[in-house]
């Protein structure tokens, strides 16, 4: 699971924990209250007492009934004015121009401000109101005060009024630290007791975070259709007839502390053709990485190394440096990613002694822009690549840009990714006619998962390229397709 | 129902400290401000009004459609004024627990005077309409959930009426539907129930 598909859905749950209050509130009579003739300062106490009680179920209006009583029977009653002020700010019958500041802060990302605007209340005396510790926690949450963001959630926690949108983000705290048991936990805890979407919103948190595990494997079988097998570098030219392809996928992911911290994954694929032999193909690989994460922006490190076998022979290896993340802004979600790989090509039986020329290293650089989240999420992104082989007219360097789109339903996801690449090469090529080759592609796919239950998911997947050159009979077209069954297995 | 006030006003006969909230509880429950009832029957049991407060109060908590509040409000045992009692059944019959609401006003009809007689009689003509149709299974469920929700909120007197219509339901299908986990959760919650009382 992403961090994007867990992070997506907390402006809506934000969003709508504030709809939740105001929906579920009920009348509440916030006028001047006249003092008795003559206190009673123990039938005062018992109001206060009754007023708890009620205020305790998410009885409002019967709470303000008596705290009024308490107030008429004793003015000098702090507790009780404190109560009474609470619950006709919450009804949004008390201007609170503080309140309102940090609100609109929060709904428009600007959590310093929120936190300047609310720490005084949070700190203050007397037990700060559940509506206050509600978006003081989710300010901190989403600064990345982890630990401080939930003492204020468990306060708002234990309010009926907040306990929902409260539970919501005690999970994404519980599933940021790891522990996706507890996550899910309070995911359907805030399920059971909300309405509406925050209820949709807590549902399909709760079942992200029951798949959220530390130690995952996954197998994948897979069957489709190549229409053009040959596009292996340096084996041959396009034009080679299509296949049918089948195999498999395995693969491991361990994070030991959830989202942040160490990871490592290791995996292998098979992919056959059924007349062709000769590209069967098979790769193994593993990467070790740390992600950071603070707030809603994250850094990742990995180092990888893979190989490939083409044939059941040695075709490649390659060491791989790789940094990502990405950084919230105020209009949209700010993406980089740089790597450095060093690959290495291998003749073979099948692969020509020419292919060795390719060796060498490769730069890869991308900038994002993304919008939305949860149920659709744009992004759009710009990457280059540049390839430095033994030979200059096998070098490269690429640029392009390039769009991803995603709809996630309550149990599928569609992907759409598009991408244009202008490719030109090092030098003049002597089996070109001495032209230095330049090349177009464009490409595009589209994918669908269908999660079939907790476990088991069903993909579909089409996509296609098409590639101009300016040398001639480098054109070509290449469409395929596939589908498959994904099994997945959290072990810890 | 103005026999309520009647009721209360003749309790306050021997007058104390908590009589005062008693009679402003019956005023407001007159006048139809419930909310304010509830809370001087509230205040009224806490300065030492007795028993007879909480039945007030759960008589609020069924004007307020508050109804599981005021079955547990209201206790187990049959209240002593059929005025109360009626009040009991209505609470059941709102939280969903017909035959606990139908035994009640069973018990009761020859009690009531003629008008609450009227509303009785029509209440459980409607009860047997409701317990006439086809069990569905998924009815039987909603009472076990209850009643387990009810025993882990602390409320072992509620979740012993929802275990016993979850059984009284159960039974009344050819498959005695879910009847011998109904059977468990009625002892569960008698012995919590007992548990809490002894405690007391």
Same mark, same amino acid.
């Given at each position: 699971?992403?961090l ?33 003739? =003559? $206190?009673?300062? &123990?039938? %005062? /106490? #018992?109001? *206060?007492?009754?007023?708890?009680? !009620?205020?305790? +179920?998410?009885?409002?209006a ?11 029977? =004793? $003015?000098?009653? &702090?507790? %009780? /004015? #404190?109560? *009474?002020?609470?619950?006709?700010? !919450?009804?949004? +019958?008390a ?16 959590y310093?401000? &929120? ?19 509600l ?15 939930k ?16 539970s ?62 040959s ?39 098979l ?16 990467a ?36 990502d993340?990405?950084?919230d802004l ?24 020419e ?68 490719r030109?090469?090092?030098a ?10 330049q ?14 239950d907790?476990?088991?998911s ?18 070509y ?16 | ?39 001087e ?13 909480r ?21 187990p ?33 020859g ?77 569960k919650a ?11």
């Amino acid at each position: 699971m992403s961090l994007d598909a867990i992070h997506a859905p907390r402006a809506a749950a934000f969003a709508l924990s504030l709809w939740a209050w105001a929906a579920g509130a009920e009348p509440i009579d916030c006028s001047k209250v006249e003092p008795a003739p =003559a $206190p009673d300062p &123990a039938a %005062a /106490r #018992a109001y *206060l007492e009754v007023g708890d009680a !009620e205020w305790r +179920q998410g009885r409002t209006a019967t709470a303000a009934v008596a705290f009024r009583e308490a107030i008429r029977l =004793a $003015p000098s009653s &702090a507790p %009780a /004015r #404190a109560r *009474l002020l609470g619950l006709c700010r !919450e009804s949004g +019958q008390a201007p609170d121009e503080d309140f309102d500041r940090a609100v609109r802060a929060v709904e428009e990302g600007r959590y310093e401000e &929120a936190l300047s605007v609310l720490g005084p209340r949070f700190a203050g005396k007397d037990a700060p109101d559940p509506a206050t510790a509600l978006l003081y926690g989710i300010s901190l949450y989403e600064r990345g005060d982890d630990a401080a963001a939930k003492r204020a959630l468990e306060l708002a926690a234990q309010s009926p009024q907040t306990a929902d949108a409260a539970s919501v983000f005690l999970g994404l705290l519980a599933l940021r630290s790891g522990d996706s048991e507890r996550a899910a936990s309070m995911f359907d805890r805030a399920d059971r007791g909300a309405e509406g979407d925050l209820a949709r919103t807590a549902r399909d948190l709760s079942a992200l975070a029951k798949r959220d595990v530390r130690l995952a494997v996954s197998l994948q079988a897979e069957g489709g259709y190549d229409g053009n097998v040959s596009l292996y570098p340096g084996l041959s030219g396009p034009g080679d007839l299509g296949d049918l392809l089948f195999g498999g996928t395995v693969s491991a992911l361990l994070r030991p502390f959830g989202q942040r911290g160490p990871y490592a994954v290791a995996g292998g694929r098979l992919k056959n053709f059924l007349t062709i032999d000769d590209y069967g193909l098979a790769w193994a690989g593993g990467a070790a990485g740390y992600r950071f994460e603070r707030g809603r922006n994250e850094l990742q490190v990995e180092y990888a190394y893979d190989g490939i076998w083409l044939g059941f022979q040695p075709f490649s290896h390659a060491h791989q440096l790789q940094v990502d993340g990405a950084l919230d802004l105020p209009f949209a979600r700010l993406g980089a990613l740089a790597s450095a790989r060093a690959e290495t090509y291998l003749p073979s039986q099948i692969a020509p002694p020419e292919i060795a020329a390719y060796s060498g290293p490769t730069f890869d650089g991308e900038a994002s822009l993304g919008w939305g989240g949860g149920t659709m999420e744009l992004r759009l992104r710009y990457r280059g690549q540049l390839h430095r082989s033994q030979e200059a007219d096998r070098s490269w360097l690429d640029h392009g840009p390039g769009a991803r789109a995603l709809v996630a339903f309550p149990s599928s996801r569609l992907v759409v990714d598009a991408q244009v690449i202008v490719r030109t090469y090092g030098a003049e090529d002597p089996g070109f006619e001495g032209m230095i080759r330049q090349d177009q592609y464009l490409d595009g796919a589209i994918s669908f998962q269908q999660d079939l239950d907790r476990q088991w998911s069903l993909y579909v997947s089409v996509g296609g390229r098409q590639a101009f050159s300016n040398v001639a009979n480098l054109d070509y077209t290449r469409l395929y397709g596939s589908a498959g069954m994904i099994f997945t297995a959290g072990l810890w | 129902m103005p026999k309520l006030l009647t009721v209360i006003v003749a309790s306050l006969l021997a007058s104390g400290p908590a009589d005062d909230h008693l009679l402003q509880g019956a005023r407001a429950f007159r006048a139809g401000r419930y909310a304010e009832a509830l809370v001087e029957f509230k205040v009224a049991e806490k300065m030492g009004a007795g028993p007879d407060a909480r039945a007030y109060a759960a008589a609020a908590l069924v004007k307020l459609d508050r109804p599981e509040e005021a079955v547990a409000l209201f206790g187990p045992k049959p209240a002593a004024d059929p005025v109360l009692e009626f009040y009991r059944a209505l609470a059941c019959y709102q939280a969903r627990l017909f035959t606990c609401a139908d035994k009640a006003l069973e018990a009761a009809m020859g009690r009531f005077g003629p008008r609450v007689a009227e509303e009785a009689k029509a209440l459980r003509a409607q009860i047997q309409r409701t317990l006439s149709g086809e069990i569905q299974a998924q009815a039987v469920d909603w009472y076990l959930q209850h009643g387990e929700d009810a025993l882990q909120a602390g409320q072992p007197g509620l979740g012993l009426l929802y275990a016993e219509e979850a059984r009284s339901l159960g039974g009344r299908r050819k498959d005695c539907h879910r009847c011998a986990e109904a059977n468990a959760l009625q002892a569960k919650a008698k012995a919590a129930a007992a548990a809490t009382e002894a405690r007391r």
